[in-house]
């Protein structure tokens, strides 16, 4: 092998190789050992935001970017370091299939309603008295609810509130762009009007397990909005029983008429790691973006130490040993996205626990946020 290694480095070799490249042509025999590695090697990094500074740049832009000038999303995305020379804007990824982002709306203001192809959710984050009008539906929203609008609905958003609201957007953006997939519409009335009452679809589905009979066919959206006091009680509920030794106590959001993702291509948690709680460590193939809703702790990510806290941000990329300590007083929530669905419908998906010092990694340095 070594002396295949040597050969593959040799001037004929690469004299080959350029004759070639000048015609648009590669060479296999140097190309396949990254192209088609052992295992994934992620260009997407670990990485943690701080939710102090998120949330001072958006105020900050709230003197700039308007709906009336144009900035109808005041949103600021996290840009994975990793994957920030990808042109153009880093396809605005925080992990290879993932986009997340921080958008702020102020009392009175509207963002007129549009739809793509890429799927959107949205985790309220702080504030209340903002709107989504979604497929004709208008829902208030408050923090902890969980929204939805799957690929190619309506949506846009206005406050009626007295104080700013924060969310956080999930999009699966650097999925469809590198597939070419991308279409975006403007709503012709700016708004979208609503169609029926507000909340209609939480209030249809607030008894949980129970659906209404006019939804026995598959829709893919018949909740567009997940109550925080619903998720709350569900996590209760698991709390009676031992914790996963790797999740924690954990739910998945669904779509109720299918029993699926509650979006296609984007799985959503919501995590309680109970007080002094310290999972084991592994491993998959998804990529994962966590968002700290309540509690502090840190979790250790390929050898390296994340301490977190209420309102920050990290990432776990594919195939990186990961494991997460409570370390509060409380116990701990996380609201996380994973591209588990696209992984799983293309046969991609593997996980593995990590088997030595009884499942945990050693910390080599503890990461330091800008």
């Known amino acids: 092998m070594a002396e295949k290694n040597v050969f593959m480095d040799s001037d004929v070799v690469n004299q080959f190789n350029e004759k070639i490249e000048k015609k648009s042509l590669g060479p296999l025999w140097n190309a396949i050992p990254e192209l088609v590695s052992k295992e994934p090697k992620p260009l997407a990094v670990p990485y943690l935001w701080k939710w102090e500074t998120i949330r001072e740049y958006l105020m900050e832009a709230t003197e700039i970017f308007t709906p009336e000038r144009g900035g109808e999303r005041r949103a600021i995305y996290l840009q994975n370091p990793g994957l920030k020379d990808r042109e153009p804007w880093g396809w605005g990824a925080a992990t290879q299939n993932i986009y997340a982002a921080v958008q702020l709306i102020l009392p009175g203001e509207e963002a007129p309603s549009h739809r793509h192809t890429q799927s959107a959710l949205r985790f309220i984050i702080d504030g209340q008295g903002a709107y989504s009008v979604i497929n004709g539906e208008r829902m208030f929203m408050n923090e902890g609810d969980f929204v939805v609008t799957p690929q190619g609905m309506w949506h846009g958003h206005g406050h009626e509130g007295s104080e700013p609201m924060f969310w956080m957007d999930v999009l699966d953006i650097p999925f469809i762009y590198a597939t070419g997939g991308t279409f975006f519409e403007g709503h012709p009335d700016g708004m979208e009007p609503a169609q029926h009452p507000d909340n209609f679809s939480s209030k249809q589905y ?131 996205v994973h591209d588990t669905p696209i992984m799983e419908h293309f046969g991609l998906q593997r996980e593995e626990e990590y088997e030595v010092n009884q499942g945990h990694q050693k910390v080599k340095k503890t990461f330091q946020p800008e």
């Open 206 to 336: 607030q008894g949980g397990l129970v659906r209404p009979i006019n939804d026995r066919q598959p829709r893919k959206a018949p909740v567009g909005a997940y109550k925080w006091e619903q998720t709350k009680d569900a996590l209760d509920g698991l709390s009676e029983f031992d914790p996963d030794a790797f999740d924690g106590h954990a739910v998945e959001f669904i779509n109720p008429s299918t029993g699926n993702t509650a979006n296609a291509n984007i799985a959503s948690w919501m995590q309680r790691l109970p007080k002094a709680y310290h999972s084991k460590a592994h491993r998959h193939t998804n990529s994962s973006i966590y968002f700290v809703h309540e509690g502090e702790g840190y979790s250790v990510i390929d050898g390296v130490k994340f301490e977190w806290s209420k309102g920050d941000f990290f990432i776990v990329p594919s195939w990186c040993w990961h494991e997460h300590v409570n370390t509060g007083a409380e116990e701990a929530h996380f609201f996380s």
